[in-house]
């Protein structure tokens, strides 16, 4: 009761906010809604039809941008900001842009039949969303609380740039070849560029691993799309040849199945269950220092051993050490190799050597376990090694 009374001021401030921003866009609307119905009047008079068309052509991809814009503008006063510049400082203005640039090629192809420019409007689309979205990434970067959202928005930025390229080379017959397979690399990298949000978003942290391999190889991956590409080409040239067709769908198969299949064993889940499953394996061949002293840290040993993670171990020595009366300076050398210690990207690691790289990565661990404890031993009394 008490948090609905608390709440109910924010909701009168948001409302006499909201209603404020209404009516001071309101002659904005006016005007473009007068402006649109004159365009159309003047449109059906072929005397003035060119100044019909000029004011069509600005008013109504105007008013449709006006209306996105307020979108975005009550998303703002409601608090969702990610919301609010992505309507405000992308969709808006990428929606005006399309309509100006449809309508000026529309009309032009009207008054002049085989209009000579019309094939490049679709790479001027193609250029002013990339602008836009990498305009859209900065101002959600520079905000903070949406960098995320804005590296994807970059990656996202450079699909449209790509595209821009692939759709000026594929207007000549010469450069099909390289045109039409950047479409693909394009495409591949603008579904990759959620990686980021994989990786960073905290509803996907099980495959954090997994987000940032995507982002390693979204490059890879569209490299490997822009072949597939040139096949695809190539299969025009054997329309009938069903062998052709199986091959090209069998190789795409093998590709989202790589990938997929690539992710699957990233998530944290399956990693946890494979590094626990080597530690239980190779736990018993692995010889570390014992003496009265291992019993207190037989457990921090034991999870630095098969996870990485050091920093309950680190204060345990560091504690054992400080009872044993030796200063912060006298301490810091006999565990610097163990802080310095850092666990190697998973994601890094191919797949096909990730179990002997778990091997490799816990013997190692060991082996600094057990420096350790020898150094502390030689150098003080707190542990015993023989």
Not at 132 to 141: P, V
Not at 306 to 325: D, Q, S, V
Not at 337 to 361: C, D, G, Q, R, W
């Amino acid at each position: 009761m008490d948090q609905k009374i608390a709440t109910e001021p924010q909701q009168k401030s948001q409302r006499t906010l909201l209603y404020s921003k209404i009516a001071r866009y309101l002659p904005t609307v006016a005007v473009l809604l007068l402006a649109f119905v004159g365009s159309e009047i003047f449109l059906l008079k072929s005397s003035y039809f060119g100044i019909g068309a000029l004011i069509f052509v600005f008013s109504l991809p105007a008013g449709i941008g006006v209306a996105l814009y307020f979108v975005g503008i009550v998303c703002e006063i409601y608090n969702h900001e990610l919301s609010a510049i992505f309507f405000k400082s992308f969709l808006a203005q990428s929606t005006f842009v399309f309509f100006v640039l449809d309508s000026i090629f529309s009309i032009a192809s009207l008054v002049r039949a085989g209009f000579f420019l019309a094939p490049f409007l679709i790479p001027l689309l193609f250029l002013s969303n990339a602008l836009l979205a990498n305009r859209f990434a900065d101002i959600a970067i520079g905000g903070k609380k949406n960098q995320t959202a804005g590296l994807a928005a970059k990656r996202v930025a450079i699909a449209f740039g790509v595209s821009f390229f692939a759709s000026f080379l594929s207007l000549s017959f010469i450069s099909v070849w390289i045109g039409y397979p950047l479409y693909y690399s394009a495409l591949t990298y603008g579904i990759l560029s959620i990686s980021p949000l994989i990786a960073y978003s905290k509803r996907t942290e099980n495959f954090r691993e997994a987000g940032l391999y995507l982002m390693r190889t979204s490059f890879q991956w569209s490299v490997v799309a822009f072949f597939l590409g040139i096949a695809a080409i190539i299969i025009t040239f054997f329309q009938n040849n069903i062998v052709a067709y199986a091959v090209i769908v069998a190789l795409v198969a093998v590709v989202i199945g790589t990938v997929g299949f690539r992710i699957y064993s990233l998530g944290s889940t399956r990693i946890a269950r494979e590094s626990q499953g080597v530690y239980q394996k190779h736990v018993r061949k692995l010889v570390v220092v014992q003496d009265e002293s291992f019993d207190f840290l037989r457990n921090t040993v034991n999870e630095f051993i098969r996870t990485g993670r050091k920093e309950t171990l680190l204060i345990a020595l560091t504690t054992l050490l400080a009872n044993a009366g030796f200063s912060f300076e006298q301490s810091e050398p006999l565990l610097r190799t163990l802080s310095n210690y850092e666990v190697p990207a998973i994601h890094k690691i191919p797949y096909l050597s990730m179990k002997k790289s778990f091997e490799l990565e816990i013997e190692k661990r060991a082996r600094l376990i057990n420096g350790t404890f020898n150094l502390i031993a030689k150098e003080t009394s707190v542990v015993k090694t023989s």
